[in-house]
Every structure is written in structure tokens, then in C-alpha cells.
């Protein structure tokens, strides 16, 4: 099945971050923001949402972002990279895929805070689901930029993973 039939069956549409994703789920439940806000109204989230999330030819960077809850990530189909920047600007590296032979993961968690960017790699696609806890909110989110990128990895990986970046 090609990535755009893929797309389609599963009623994907464009995620800001590239790709395509549908939310699968919420979780009704309600929970106290785990996390510090900048609106003290702000206090509470939906204790989880799911999405399928597809990268493809055409559409195959999930730029550089972070949020404030914690991801599970689960693989599906295809082959990708993960490229992690942790709070004390640890690098991180992984190829996620079907060949656990390899290493490759089925399932990986990446904690509130990290920043974050996936890419296929070797593959036609990348097919995941994400479970975001507490729920997903884009007032928890926050586009990676090239000046964070800098201070972070420094000026050499900064230019070489650019191309991470949202434009
Ligand atoms: N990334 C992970 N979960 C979500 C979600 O529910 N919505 C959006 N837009 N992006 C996500």
C-alpha cells in the first residue's frame, strides 16, 4: 500500500510538526497539570490523548519541537530516526523500525521537556501511535529554533541538522 493510500485509509490529515496524524483518543478522565504553566487558571489537562502519526516521501521530517508531557511512541510500519536533545543537551540517536534483530525499537518514551525531531529513514514510511500523558494541549508545545538549536549542540550539529528544523 503506498504512504498516500496509508494516509487516506486511516483519515490522516497534515500535523504542523510534518507528516499526517488523526487523534485516535481522549481520555475523558481529567488531571492536575503535572507541570508548571504560565496562566495560573490553567490547571488541569485530559490525562491522555492518542494519535497515528505518518511520515512519508513526501512529507518525511517531524521538525524539532518539544512538550511538556511525556510520549509513548509506538511503531507500527517503516523505518525511522529519532534525534533527541535532553534538558542538559545530551544528543540522542535511535533508529525505530520492525528489525528488532537490530536494535530497531517498537516501542520508546520520550520524557516532557526533550526536544524532538523523527525522519524516515531507509524506508517508503514511517507509521507510529503516540500516547501523550497528560493530554496533548498546544499551549505545551514549542517549536525548536535555530538560536535554542545553537546554545544546545553548538554551532557545527546546529548547521548540520538545520534541515530539523520547522521553517
Ligand atoms: N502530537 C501528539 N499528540 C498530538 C495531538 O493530539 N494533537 C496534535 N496536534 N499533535 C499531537
Known amino acids: 500500500m503506498s504512504s498516500h493510500a496509508l494516509a487516506d485509509a486511516l483519515q490522516l490529515s497534515p500535523h504542523p510538526e510534518g507528516g499526517f496524524f488523526r487523534r485516535t483518543h481522549e481520555n475523558p478522565?481529567?488531571?492536575?497539570?503535572?507541570?508548571?504553566?504560565?496562566?495560573?487558571?490553567?490547571?488541569?489537562?485530559?490525562?491522555?490523548?492518542?494519535?497515528?502519526?505518518?511520515?512519508?516521501?513526501?512529507?518525511?521530517?517531524?521538525?524539532?519541537?518539544?512538550?511538556?508531557?511525556?510520549?509513548?511512541?509506538?511503531?507500527?510500519?517503516?523505518?525511522?530516526?529519532?534525534?533527541?536533545?535532553?534538558?542538559?543537551?545530551?544528543?540522542?540517536?535511535?533508529?525505530?523500525?520492525?528489525?528488532?534483530?537490530?536494535?530497531?525499537?517498537?516501542?520508546?518514551?520520550?520524557?516532557?521537556?526533550?526536544?524532538?525531531?523523527?525522519?524516515?529513514?531507509g524506508a517508503e514510511e514511517l507509521l507510529i501511535s503516540e500516547v501523550v500523558v497528560p493530554g496533548f494541549e498546544f499551549k505545551d508545545h514549542e517549536f525548536m529554533r535555530f538560536e535554542i538549536l545553537k546554545e544546545l549542540v553548538g554551532d557545527e550539529k546546529a548547521r548540520e541538522w538545520n534541515e530539523f528544523l520547522k521553517a
Do not use: C, Q
Not at 46 to 74: E, Q, V
Not at 84 to 104: K, Q, T
Open 29 to 121: 478522565l481529567t488531571v492536575p497539570v503535572p507541570f508548571p504553566t504560565s496562566d495560573p487558571t490553567d490547571k488541569t489537562r485530559l490525562a491522555s490523548t492518542s494519535i497515528h502519526y505518518l511520515l512519508t516521501k513526501d512529507s518525511p521530517i517531524g521538525h524539532f519541537h518539544r512538550n511538556k508531557s511525556l510520549t509513548y511512541h509506538f511503531h507500527h510500519r517503516g523505518r525511522g530516526r529519532y534525534r533527541l536533545i535532553h534538558e542538559d543537551g545530551r544528543v540522542e540517536e535511535y533508529i525505530v523500525g520492525g528489525d528488532i534483530w537490530a536494535g530497531e525499537k517498537l516501542m520508546w518514551v520520550v520524557e516532557g521537556g526533550v526536544w524532538k525531531s523523527s525522519a524516515v529513514e
